[in-house]
């Protein structure tokens, strides 16, 4: 059949050569995400994904010389790997947690060959070189500022440290320019952190 263009061969009974299986096998390793709801905790957001009150009661205490627990951000990822069951019914143990602890520093755990959590903390490297933003006032400072990136904390402050010597009003024009530098990093990985307004001028 398949030779002329058929989807599959012809159908056949089962023969005595073929057992039942009586239960389904499972995976020997689970890969899932967990996060961190508004409502949760760090352990809740485990035990949803299926990690044993032990295991996540260990993961907690493992993790809290490195971290406050308690001040991780709703919507952190969790990445984890789960074992094969000891037995039927039983849950499955945790052998990887791996998340981001920190802007500069991610948190592994890991079961090593003796059967114990171990944390291993990995440093992210920052480049903390500050950010300068120049532009021309045009209608409006702030719009033209928050156009060009600036949070709109900063240009508050970049406001309110220039206004007791300068009336926007009267004295600042649209061919006017501005510039701002502000603390910046950039993480290895990509991802950016604006910090305070470090120096204002028009």
Partial sequence: ?????????????????????????????????AELREIDSFGAALRRAGVSNTDSAAAADLIAPHIDIAALQPGTEFALVLG???????????????????????????????????????????DETPLRISGMVGDSLYKSARANGVSSRVVANFIRAMSPRLNFQRNVYASDRYDIVVEHKVAETGEEQTGDLLYARV
């Avoid at 057992?19 to 899932?32: V, Y």
């Avoid at 143990?93 to 991610?106: G, K, T």
């Avoid at 114990?116 to 903390?121: Q, V």
Wanted: proline share 14%; net charge positive; charged share 30%.
């Fill in 1 to 33: 059949p398949l030779a002329e263009g058929g989807h599959m061969g012809p159908a056949a009974a089962p023969t005595a050569l073929v057992q039942p299986l009586a239960e389904a096998p499972e995976r020997p390793r689970l890969e899932l995400v």
């Fill in 84 to 126: 094969r069951r000891p037995g039927k019914g039983k849950p499955r143990p945790l052998e990887e947690l791996s998340f981001r602890a920190a802007f500069d520093l991610r948190l592994d755990l890991v079961r090593g060959k003796d059967g114990e959590l171990r944390a291993r903390p990995v440093p992210i490297r920052i």
